[in-house]
């Protein structure tokens, strides 16, 4: 019995080995499109020559939304989808993917495997380099390329009403810190300097919620970071009620 079982892992292990394989093999051919960011659209994955990687039911994908960053850059994002074969079987496998532009010329892609919790990253890093020094100088902050890369992948959804039963507090608030308490000052300023757009925006409204409900004074570079979030009014992420994947904007 105890041979058997053996027996019976083993078979397991080497399919399972096989599965790995096929999929490991189809990332790396994926990954070998994805450095090639400059070219980077849906209809260039229909153009591709892969090997091992087709095309799914569905396409190759959907453009999600664009939105403005700071110092001229835009992002895109998309939700990438390809099958590949394993063991005769046709699996599925989906990315997402961030875009970074500037002059209408990407320097910067982004993909991430949710299933895996695998991110790759390809960029001209001069230009992400002086990316990032413009945010740490006008943000007075000390962020690196992790976090850039880190912060953009999160994924907070902008929206104060959301889930399949949702509750309306009097006083606003996210991450389970609510909007008027003055000791969550520091937290709602680091959201703030974040590169995380849907977080910025949380970090905006709080700070003026304890502004105009607790008479807290804002410095000098509060209110030029809130000026210039809002004035830049990117598209964010929202939700309402059960619904998400609503891009709109948060200022009028």
């Given amino acids: 019995m105890r041979i058997l079982t053996i027996y019976i892992f083993l078979i397991f292990s080497f399919q399972s080995f096989s599965q790995n394989k096929a999929e490991i093999e189809a990332d790396y051919e994926m990954q070998g499109y994805f450095k090639n960011y400059e070219n980077f659209s849906i209809d260039s994955?229909?153009?591709?020559?892969?090997?091992?990687?087709?095309?799914?039911?569905?396409?190759?994908?959907?453009?999600?939304?664009?939105?403005?960053?700071?110092?001229?850059?835009?992002?895109?994002?998309?939700?990438?989808?390809?099958n590949y074969i394993s063991s005769r079987f046709t699996k599925y496998k989906e990315y997402k993917v961030h875009t970074f532009s500037k002059n209408d010329s990407i320097f910067g892609l982004i993909n991430y495997d949710?299933?895996?919790?695998?991110?790759?990253?390809?960029?001209?890093f001069e230009k992400l380099k002086a990316h990032l020094e413009f945010h740490n100088e006008f943000y007075q902050s000390e962020l690196t390329i992790t976090d850039f890369v880190n912060q953009s992948l999160e994924d907070h959804i902008y929206g104060y009403v959301c889930g399949f039963a949702p509750i309306s507090y009097d006083v606003p608030r996210y991450n389970d810190l609510r909007f008027d308490k003055k000791k969550n000052i520091s937290e709602f300023r680091n959201w703030m300097k974040s590169f995380n757009i849907e977080l910025q925006t949380y970090g905006v409204e709080a700070l003026e919620f304890l502004q105009n409900k607790k008479g807290i004074k804002l410095t000098k570079?509060?209110?030029?970071?809130?000026?210039?979030?809002?004035?830049?009014?990117?598209?964010?992420?929202?939700?309402?009620?059960?619904?998400?994947?609503i891009y709109e904007k948060a200022f009028e």
Avoid at 56 to 79: A, C, M, P, Q, T
Avoid at 114 to 124: A, G, L, P, S, W
């Fill in 221 to 245: 570079l509060d209110k030029k970071l809130i000026l210039n979030i809002k004035n830049r009014n990117s598209i964010l992420n929202t939700c309402s009620g059960c619904l998400i994947g």
């Fill in 114 to 124: 949710q299933y895996r919790e695998k991110t790759n990253y390809y960029f001209d």
């Fill in 45 to 82: 994955l229909k153009n591709q020559k892969f090997k091992l990687v087709k095309e799914d039911d569905r396409g190759f994908g959907e453009f999600l939304f664009e939105r403005e960053r700071d110092n001229g850059v835009s992002e895109k994002i998309y939700r990438v989808l390809i």
